[in-house]
T-cell receptor, first 113, second 116 residues
C-alpha cells in the first residue's frame, strides 16, 4: 500500500538553528499538508500546498515556517530559527481531493534544546 | 467555524468490555467528511474510517463500528470486546469538501486504556 514517508524520524536541534523536515508524499496525490502535535495535545493543521503554492495556512504557520516542493517527489517544511516551543511531532500528509484518500506519514519528532 | 469535540479525555476498561468513544462536530457546510484515527504509543496516525456527510449508514469493520447521526452531529466509535492492543489515543476529525486542500480539524482525542 502506498505510503507517505518522512525523514528523519527524530531530530534534535539547538534553539535558533534552522531545521528542514522532509516528506515524500504518495506519487499520484496532489495536495500536501503539514500538521503538528505538541506532546500530549491534539493534532493541529499548519499548512496545505497545492499546485506549487500554499492554499491554506493556520495562525501557527508564521514567518518562521516555509514549505517547498523542490522537485517532483519531496515536500519540505523549514523552520527558520527554532524555538523551544517548536518541539513537537510533525506529520506530513497527502491526498487527492480533500477528504478522500488522506494519508499521514509516521511523523518526525522534533526536539529543540 | 468548524469544531470537533471529544468530551471523554480518558477511558479505562477491562479486556472484553465494549467501549464507545464520542465525537460531536460543528460545521456550517452541507458537504463534509468525518474521520477517526488511532494513535498508538509509537506515535503514528493510523486511519480507521472516513465517512462523507451524505452517507449516514452505520459501518462495522470487525470489532469496530461507527454510528453517524447528522441529527445530533455525532460520529461515535464503538469497540466491541476490547483488547489490550486497542490501547491508544483516538482522534475524531472533520474536513470540509474543498478542493483547495482544506485542513482536517481534529478533536483533542480520547485516551483509551484497556487492561487485561
Amino acid at each position: 500500500e502506498p505510503e507517505v514517508t518522512q525523514t528523519p524520524s527524530h531530530q534534535v536541534t539547538q534553539m535558533g538553528q534552522e531545521v528542514i523536515l522532509r516528506c515524500v508524499p504518495i506519487s499520484n496525490h496532489l495536495y500536501f499538508y503539514w500538521y503538528r502535535q505538541i506532546l500530549g495535545q491534539k493534532v493541529e493543521f499548519l499548512v496545505s500546498f497545492y499546485n506549487n503554492e500554499i492554499s491554506e495556512k493556520s495562525e501557527i504557520f508564521d514567518d518562521q515556517f516555509s514549505v517547498e516542493r523542490p522537485d517532483g517527489s519531496n515536500f519540505t517544511l523549514k523552520i527558520r530559527s527554532t524555538k523551544l516551543e517548536d518541539s513537537a511531532m510533525y506529520f506530513c500528509a497527502s491526498s487527492i481531493p480533500t477528504g478522500v484518500g488522506y494519508t499521514f506519514g509516521s511523523g518526525t519528532r522534533l526536539t529543540v534544546v | 467555524a468548524q469544531k470537533v469535540t471529544q468530551a471523554q479525555t480518558e477511558i479505562s476498561v477491562v479486556e472484553k468490555e465494549d467501549v464507545t468513544l464520542d465525537c460531536v462536530y460543528e460545521t456550517r457546510d452541507t458537504t463534509y467528511y468525518l474521520f477517526w484515527y488511532k494513535q498508538p504509543p509509537s506515535g503514528e496516525l493510523v486511519f480507521l474510517i472516513r465517512r462523507n456527510s451524505f452517507d449516514e449508514q452505520n459501518e462495522i469493520s470487525g470489532r469496530y463500528s461507527w454510528n453517524f447521526q447528522k441529527s445530533t452531529s455525532s460520529f461515535n466509535f464503538t469497540i466491541t470486546a476490547s483488547q489490550v492492543v486497542d490501547s491508544a489515543v483516538y482522534f475524531c476529525a472533520l474536513s470540509e469538501d474543498n478542493q483547495a486542500g482544506t485542513a482536517l480539524i481534529f478533536g483533542k482525542g480520547t485516551t483509551l486504556s484497556v487492561s487485561s
